[in-house]
């Protein structure tokens, strides 16, 4: 691949004569297709209507706690980070922060995400001056309202959040933190996560003196949980979460990575990810707690096996999930009916 400072440029100059579709296809053509941001809609709670989204895929030096002791036993995330990022300088991350917005300008996303398999506020997987950077750049750019960042909360501290809304002046930070489960031994045995509850909580009114929006992840089925349970645990982890001071929350719904523990059980045919069932079975009980959102099912590395209704009604339910990502409507949930839903209840009440 050319040198990404060199590659910044090319783009920028093609961009500025030919316009945003030819920039993007020569990107393409030199990165091979490999995506590394990508525009989608979503629902914004500050906004109260669907906004345009940018989304980009930062790879630092990889997820330091999967790292050090393996990572969480669902995520694949850090270590795929590691492999792609550990070639990277921060110029070079710089370059790809860039590109990316130069190809989306005329798109003019509200939302800034950025995903690094880790934690953005570690100096040791984002550098600092890339960090402050990427603050600046927001600040200066046109469209862009929110900057959303994850990290451990181990990272959060008030030199650094200071230092990174002072780059940011008026603009939005929301940080999404992993808590994954209220049970100590389904987040900290089972998941692997590394988190006691008072850290979390510490964190959240930190930010939340600071004026930082806080967004909490929740896993929905972790391994060795039946569904039953794995409903029940996040429905109180949500409810426990906002209960903290979460602004919102984010329904992590799980699916299988190849390299994790989860993969190791499901071959071994002794896990196998959430219905979809399940998911809106969450949503309609938490909806009044806060703003719920439901995550993806695809990311890097791509899963093998993803939540999963019968054949014939996999598709129409995954759409209305989509849809309630765009709309946050949970009238879109009523009414749903297939010959599984009861095979579903069957399960749930064992």
């Not at 200066?140 to 230092?163: G, N, W, Y």
């Not at 699916?255 to 809106?280: A, C, H």
């Not at 909806?287 to 096996?305: K, R, S, V």
């Not at 849809?323 to 009238?331: A, P």
Request: aromatic letters at 10%; charged letters at 30%.
């Amino acid at each position: 691949m050319l040198k990404l400072q060199i590659l910044s440029f090319l783009v920028q100059v093609i961009n500025r004569i030919f316009g945003e579709k030819v920039a993007v296809d020569f990107l393409n053509l030199v990165t091979k297709n490999q995506k590394f941001f990508f525009i989608d809609r979503i629902y914004d709670f500050d906004e109260k209507q669907p906004i345009t989204r940018l989304t980009i895929l930062l790879p630092g030096k990889g997820c330091e706690w999967a790292i050090k002791t393996g990572g969480c036993t669902m995520c694949a995330f850090g270590k795929r980070a590691q492999e792609i990022g550990k070639n990277f300088s921060a110029n070079d991350l710089l370059a790809l922060f860039q590109i990316a917005l130069d190809l989306t300008k005329c798109q003019q996303p509200i939302n800034l995400t950025i995903y690094n398999g880790g934690s953005f506020l570690n100096e040791r997987e984002i550098p600092l001056e890339v960090q402050l950077k990427i603050c600046q750049k927001v600040k200066e750019h046109p469209s862009i309202k929110k900057l959303f960042i994850e990290s451990r909360v181990e990272f959060i501290t008030q030199e650094k959040i200071r230092m990174l809304k002072n780059k940011l002046k008026n603009k939005k930070l929301m940080i999404g933190i992993g808590l994954e489960a209220q049970d100590d031994k389904i987040r900290n045995i089972l998941i692997k996560k590394g988190l006691d509850k008072k850290d979390y909580e510490k964190a959240v009114k930190l930010l939340k003196e600071n004026e930082v929006k806080v967004l909490t992840y929740v896993l929905l089925k972790p391994i060795y949980l039946t569904e039953k349970e794995a409903i029940e645990e996040a429905i109180k982890t949500i409810k426990y979460a906002f209960e903290v001071g979460t602004d919102e929350v984010a329904l992590e719904v799980a699916f299988v990575q190849e390299g994790t523990i989860m993969d190791k059980l499901f071959k071994e045919n002794r896990y196998k990810p959430p219905w979809l069932w399940s998911i809106i079975e969450v949503i309609k009980k938490t909806y009044n707690f806060g703003p719920i959102h439901i995550g993806g099912f695809e990311d890097e590395p791509p899963p093998i096996a993803i939540p999963s209704n019968c054949l014939i009604c996999s598709s129409k339910i995954k759409n209305f999930l989509q849809q309630y990502r765009e709309t946050h409507n949970i009238k879109l949930f009523n009414d749903l009916k297939c010959d599984c839903y009861e095979l579903w209840e069957q399960e749930v009440k064992n």
